[in-house]
């Protein structure tokens, strides 16, 4: 496993924990789901503390996100580890600007195929793509260096205005 691949399943797993013990909780969760496991490569260790903290605080910004992309899916219905899958790579999109969005996508369909429903990736992409395309069309990417890497296939379809598939949610 990669560095950062082993940074975000420690992300989600942290993550995970702060949600069904409280927020209260999430710098203890941090420390020992996050620390011990990535102590030895300090570059995983701090980009896993960062989008740790970042999709901890920026939580109603992304469940609005969310929400907004998943029509006719309650937040509450979204299987748990897919709705902090999706809060992470969105995360990822935005504030992120080295990380190319669709690693992002792509990573968080791997953390769903492997932690929830075999459904999960299907609709974890359709929601990401159409966040993806939204976040483009509304230049609220703010991408450089390697983040730039397929840009031009979003730019692409924005030209061919393309409607967004509804996602099914599997779950």
Known sequence: MNNRR?????????????EMAGAE????????????RLCADTAALA???R???WVHRHL?????????????WDLSRIALVDRIAL?????????????????SINEAIELVKRYSTAESGRFVNGVLDSVLFDL?????????????RGMEAIRKRGSQEAPAREPSPGN
Do not use: C
């Open 87 to 103: 809060r992470m790579a969105i995360a990822e999109m935005l504030a992120f600007e080295d990380i190319p969005p669709k690693v």
């Open 51 to 53: 989008l740790f903290w």
């Open 47 to 49: 980009f896993a503390q």
């Open 25 to 36: 909780d999430a710098a203890h969760m941090a420390e020992t789901v996050i620390a011990p």
């Open 6 to 18: 082993e940074a975000r399943t420690r992300v989600m797993q942290a993550l995970y924990a702060t």
């Open 136 to 148: 483009h069309g509304r230049r609220l990417l703010n991408k450089s260096g390697r983040g730039l």
């Open 60 to 72: 109603a910004r992304l469940d609005k996100i969310i929400g907004s992309h998943s029509k006719n």
